[in-house]
């Protein structure tokens, strides 16, 4: 069973830094995209930034030039750098990655989620 897990959400101050990391677990063959998405209270979850299994990376056009996607294939890891954040980030974001496996073949899983908050 693949299991994506997040890690490094929290409290920060406006203007701070966070960096979230999305490892990926169980029998797989390999990790075709990865992303990170986000949901605020009361909002649709939406997409914040991608990045291909060659590396090629897309972001929302409301974090470009604060965030950073990178992804590490031998750890079955991504990353998500968030700097100069505000109060707008705050949301629980979510890892998504489109895995081949044995048992199910390509198919897309989510994180648990992880909470991001900024005080203003």
């Known amino acids: 069973q693949v299991q994506l897990v997040e890690s490094g959400g929290g409290l920060v101050q406006a203007g701070g830094s966070l960096r979230l990391s999305c490892a990926a677990s169980g029998n797989m063959f390999s990790i075709d995209g990865m992303g990170w998405y986000r949901q605020a209270p009361g909002k649709q979850r939406e997409m914040v930034a991608t990045?291909?299994?060659?590396?090629?990376?897309k972001y929302a056009d409301s974090v470009k030039g604060r965030f950073s996607v990178s992804r590490d294939n031998a750890k079955k890891t991504a990353y998500l750098q968030m700097n100069s954040l505000n109060s707008e980030d705050t949301a629980v974001y979510y890892c998504n990655a489109v895995v081949s496996s044995p048992s199910t073949g390509w198919r897309e899983y989510w994180g648990q989620g992880t909470q991001v908050t900024v005080s203003s």
């Open positions: 990045i291909t299994s060659g590396g090629c990376t």
